[in-house]
């Protein structure tokens, strides 16, 4: 069971890791500026998954190449499953950010322990 310590640690971390987009404006103004930047996407159902942004559409449909998903647990420190080439539908995407590449090489993801997010429940 992870400590508040390591739970305010990973809440900082999602907080510091990455500026956050509304999904439901995928206009020019908000997902354009990201393209060719790595960013963070949290799904629908809870998956962490990190990649280039390549691409998206009015849908919020997005292009993601270069990713990987990252697992969290609470028994050992955060998996990291290459996924490559990947396109995400806009109706599964809960949250979109920007990735502090500086503060995530930083971090020490064997170390971090954390509960897997829940997914979303309409």
């Known amino acids: 069971m992870p400590t508040k310590c ?4 990973l809440l900082n971390y999602h907080c510091n890791l990455f500026r956050t ?3 439901s404006m995928a206009t020019t103004t908000g997902l354009e ?3 060719d930047q790595i960013i963070s996407v949290i799904t629908n159902d809870g998956r962490n998954i990190v990649g280039v942004l390549k691409g998206f559409d009015q849908a919020t449909n ?3 190449d270069e990713s990987h998903e990252r697992v969290f647990s609470t028994k050992e420190g955060v998996q990291q499953h290459v996924l490559g080439l990947y396109i995400i539908r806009g ?3 809960g949250v979109i950010g920007e990735l502090d590449e500086e503060l ?3 971090l020490d993801f064997s170390k971090l322990r954390a509960h ?3 997914p979303v429940v309409h």
Do not use: R
Request: contains cysteine; glycine residues 0%; hydrophobic residues 50%.
């Open 6 to 9: 390591s739970m305010k640690l």
């Open 21 to 23: 987009f509304n999904c």
């Open 33 to 35: 500026s990201l393209v």
């Open 62 to 64: 997005i292009i993601l």
């Open 91 to 93: 109706d599964n995407i």
């Open 104 to 106: 995530d090489a930083s």
């Open 116 to 118: 897997p997010l829940k």
